[in-house]
């Protein structure tokens, strides 16, 4: 707990959107609006592209209808569909982190910040907060000096919740906006790795595991899903699925699939709106593969489609549909489809026929 202990605030003089003051105040009015239209965010880019772009679709429209935002990767779009957050680390020298509004206002971007790159995690049930792992670009002492850091989107301060390899983050469904989150103090594969929960300020943290093992939280209706990970000699750790409650009790095994040692095994990824369902990657060496989870039950199944490779973007509120990003696996984005399936397998919907990389607010 000591490493948590030191609190730091980084206001933002420079959180400044591109368009100026007005960037800012659209920023804080979008953070606070009620969810509307519905929409898909992805990447496109070919080998030759100087960056990735990233695009706001609405939901249900044809491809012409998507609205082209700027440049970015690893896009998240916000719960009320108003916001996309994107990685500007395929642009170095410049801000690491950008946010996007779908009804046209300016961007917003961070400040650039020395030796870090920013990646998305998660947004607050209410759009109000965005999660971010400050990774260092540094060659030594890697994970002392990342991150785990919240944006707080109605004041423009980004504050430090914690130091240390983010391994995950996730704010609880409800309207507390408690933020679960992974935490490691080295990027070796023995060294431990816990989780705990925070106020978004990273006040009042609370450390829900103990065991050295634990990682990739997501935050349900019916508790918290996170990878415990057993070690293998010479090998990298073998996960599976557990669920506890909000506060580490009643921790049980939700999966118990077959790791073969080339492959690390199933990290989950969202859940339905009931906490009955939920999506999860199962990743390796070249592999990353799309499959679901029945909470109750815990049966886990991997989603086909003949030979083409499927990786799991999201899953629809009901629980019905999962978002997938199609052959894009080692490829450049527009290598790849988004496309939908059935929550147990079935056909493919096409949403997107160049893209990868997708985030929903469905």
Known sequence: MARLATLALVCLPCLCGLGGGAGDAALAGAASAAPGQAYLAYVTGSPRSPAPVVWALPAGAGAGAAMRLGPGSQPL?????QLVAASLADLPGGPPLTVYHVNGAPATQLASLAGVSAEPLAWSADSKYLAVALLSTSVRDIAARSSLAVLDLETG???TVAHGWAQGASFAPGGSDRLAYGLAGSLSAEGRVDLYTSAPDGSGVVRIT???RSLNPVWGARGIAFDRERPRRDYAPAYQIWLASPSGAHARQLTHVRVQLLVSGLVPLAFSA???R????????DTSAAWTVEVGSGRSRALRAGEHSLQAAGISRDGATVLIDEDSFENAPSEGRVVTMPFSGGPLRALVAHGAQASWNE
């Open 77 to 81: 779009l916000s719960p009320n569909g």
């Open 274 to 276: 009931a906490g009955t």
């Open 210 to 212: 103990h065991d050295g």
């Open 157 to 159: 301060a980004l504050r």
């Open 278 to 285: 939920l999506v999860a990657e199962f990743e390796g060496q």
